[in-house]
């Protein structure tokens, strides 16, 4: 691999936080070994939190750039908070507050940029047990809908035309070209930036990932997933929380009608529904919140935000402030 040029002016390293002081020291303390002699410069966007986060962020990095939106602002806001404070960062890396670089990161996912066509780089991620993160995605189809509807997403991963999640442990060994990739880890292009523009903040969280990167591939900037860079994921709670589930589901259901027709769109609901009923009648609470969602047409339409999350699920089951690595949470 071929050693990249060490840039003069800082890679920003923008981390979006929403009561996040118990992990964000550890993603600080990855941060040198993480990008090696690449310079950089840490930008962090705090979505209102009530604990102490900023003071958090301020004691272990006193040269950060901290942004304070006021706000629970959404995840994709935050990112372009980041983006609006550094205009001219040759490349921005992206990190959930629960990230930890492994040594050498930085550096291997700067390198791939160079690679023609590329304009976003992802690593290898794994959990905080050291599992493979299967982080790799195809795009949303209506056959990858019905197939993890009917088989499980893992099941219907392990071939390309059926699954949306590449669940198939082989791809991973190597670089890849997924149409995009979860979002905690992603190394952008000053290019990629300036061509595609801001994140669409209408999404609030989940899914704004999915169409940035969809978006940047259909502009020639397309995701590298980059095998020799590490990263470790502790992982939010979507898969358990009724309340971000439900927000999830919905989103997934509103990027799809963005990129499709009404009577194609029509069609995905009815894989959502039929995915997240047969597991609500198993006493599947995340999937009951997604029904009860989903078979509300003007909670559907309604903007994202924490407002919409409490009218989602406002008794919610379990903890109702967990989140995507704490980015921002009901």
Do not use: K
């Amino acid at each position: 691999m071929r050693t990249p040029a060490v840039p003069v002016t800082p890679v920003t390293v923008a981390v979006v936080t929403w009561n996040s002081a118990d992990v964000l020291p550890g993603l600080v303390e990855s941060l040198p070994a993480g990008a090696g002699d690449v310079p950089w410069h840490l930008v962090v966007v705090d979505n209102d939190s009530s604990d102490d986060t900023v003071a958090v962020a301020r004691r272990l990095c006193p040269d950060a750039t901290v942004v304070q939106t006021g706000r629970n602002a959404g995840y994709a806001a935050g990112v372009n908070a980041a983006l609006a404070a550094t205009p001219d960062a040759p490349a921005v890396l992206v990190l959930n507050p629960d990230v930890r670089l492994l040594p050498g990161c930085l550096p291997t996912l700067l390198a791939s940029l160079d690679r023609p066509g590329t304009g976003i780089a992802v690593p290898r991620l794994t959990d905080g047990d050291g599992a493979l993160i299967h982080s790799m995605r195809r795009r949303p189809t209506l056959l990858r809908a019905f197939a993890d509807a009917l088989v499980g997403a893992t099941l219907a991963g392990r071939w390309p035309l059926t699954g949306e999640v590449v669940s198939d442990p082989a791809p991973y060994a190597g670089d890849a070209s997924p149409d995009w990739a979860e979002g905690s880890t992603q190394l952008v292009s000053r290019a990629c930036l300036d061509a595609c523009g801001p994140w669409d903040e209408s999404y609030f969280l989940y899914s704004e990932e999915t169409e940035f990167h969809l978006r940047a591939g259909a502009l020639g900037f397309g995701v590298r997933y980059v095998a020799d860079a590490g990263a470790v994921h502790l992982e939010g709670d979507s898969g358990t929380s009724p309340r971000l589930w439900a927000l999830l589901t919905a989103n997934r259901l509103r990027l799809f009608a963005r990129l499709s027709s009404r009577s194609r769109t029509a069609a995905y609901w009815v894989a959502l529904v039929l995915r997240e009923s047969s597991r609500a009648v198993r006493g599947d609470a995340i999937a009951r919140a997604a029904v009860r969602v989903l078979v509300r047409p003007g909670l559907l339409r309604a903007p994202r935000g924490p407002a919409w999350l409490e009218l989602a699920t406002p008794n919610p089951v379990l903890r109702p402030d967990a989140a995507r690595a704490g980015a921002a949470r009901p």
